[in-house]
C-alpha cells in the first residue's frame, strides 16, 4: 500500500523559513516524480513544485519561485520542500503527491499544516 | 496559465441521483500527439484528495463503474450514475497538457 506521510508543518513568523519532509514507502520511491501540492484554508488546489525521479528536472509555481526548493533522497525514500521569506499567503495544508505513469498527482499523503503569521 | 472553469460550483443531490459536472478549459487540452491530459479528482470531507479518472475518461484503481468520464478539447464531463453518500465532497477537475498544471475551483457535491 502506498503511504505519504509529510511533517515539518507550523507556525511561522512572516520572512522566517520552513523545511517540510515527506517520507514514502509501499512502493519503489525512486522510479517516480514527486510534487508538492498545497491548499489554503476553504480554498481549492494549487500546485507548488515538481521533481523527476532523478531530480533531473525541477519545477515551481511563480507563486514560489526562487523562495522554495523541492529535493529528495531516494536512499531515504523522502521528499523535502525548503521554504524561505515566508508569506501569510503560504499558509495552507502542503500535500505530497506521487506521479505515477500517465497519472499526476496519482497517490496523497495526508498533509502539513503550515501557518505563516506574526 | 490554463484556466478550467467547472460548473456548477455546488450540487444538491438525493441518493441515487444521476448528477454531471462541468469543466471548461481556456485552451484546448489535445496535444500535439493526440493526448488529453484531463484528470478528476475527489476530496471527501476532511480528507486529502483522491484520483476518480484520468486522460479524461479511465477510472482510477478501485473506482466505481458510477463514475465515467468524457469530453474532448475544451468541454469535459464527470458523471455520477447513482450518487452514494460516500460521494459526497468536492471534486477538482485538473489538466496536465499545458505547464503548469492547473485544478478547477471545485464542484461541491451536497445531499439535498
Known amino acids: 500500500e502506498v503511504q505519504l506521510v509529510e511533517s515539518g508543518g507550523g507556525l511561522v513568523q512572516p520572512g522566517r523559513s520552513l523545511k517540510l519532509s515527506c517520507v514514502a514507502s509501499?512502493?519503489?520511491?525512486?522510479?517516480?516524480?514527486m510534487n508538492w501540492i498545497r491548499q489554503a484554508p476553504g480554498k481549492g488546489l494549487e500546485w507548488v513544485a515538481y521533481i523527476s525521479s532523478g531530480s533531473s528536472y525541477i519545477y515551481y509555481a511563480e507563486t514560489v519561485k526562487g523562495r522554495f526548493t523541492i529535493s529528495r533522497d531516494n536512499a531515504k525514500n523522502t521528499l523535502y520542500l525548503q521554504m524561505t521569506s515566508l508569506r501569510s499567503e503560504d499558509t495552507a495544508l502542503y500535500y505530497c503527491?506521487?506521479?505515477?505513469?500517465?497519472?499526476?498527482?496519482?497517490?496523497w499523503g495526508q498533509g502539513t499544516l503550515v501557518t505563516v503569521s506574526s | 496559465d490554463v484556466v478550467l472553469t467547472q460548473t456548477p460550483s455546488t450540487l444538491s443531490a438525493t441518493i441515487g441521483q444521476s448528477v454531471s459536472i462541468s469543466c471548461r478549459s481556456s485552451q484546448s487540452l489535445l496535444d500535439s500527439a493526440g493526448n488529453t491530459y484531463l484528470y478528476w479528482y475527489l476530496q471527501r470531507p476532511g480528507q486529502s484528495p483522491q484520483l476518480l479518472i484520468y486522460l479524461v475518461s479511465n477510472l482510477g484503481s478501485g473506482v466505481p463503474n458510477r463514475f465515467s468520464g468524457s469530453g474532448s478539447g475544451t468541454d469535459f464531463t464527470l458523471k455520477i450514475s447513482g450518487v452514494e453518500a460516500e460521494d459526497l465532497g468536492v471534486y477538482y477537475c485538473m489538466q496536465a497538457t499545458h505547464a503548469p498544471n492547473t485544478f478547477g475551483a471545485g464542484t461541491k457535491l451536497e445531499l439535498k
Open positions: 503527491a506521487s506521479d505515477y505513469p500517465g497519472i499526476p498527482f496519482a497517490y
Open positions: 509501499g512502493f519503489t520511491f525512486s522510479n517516480y516524480g
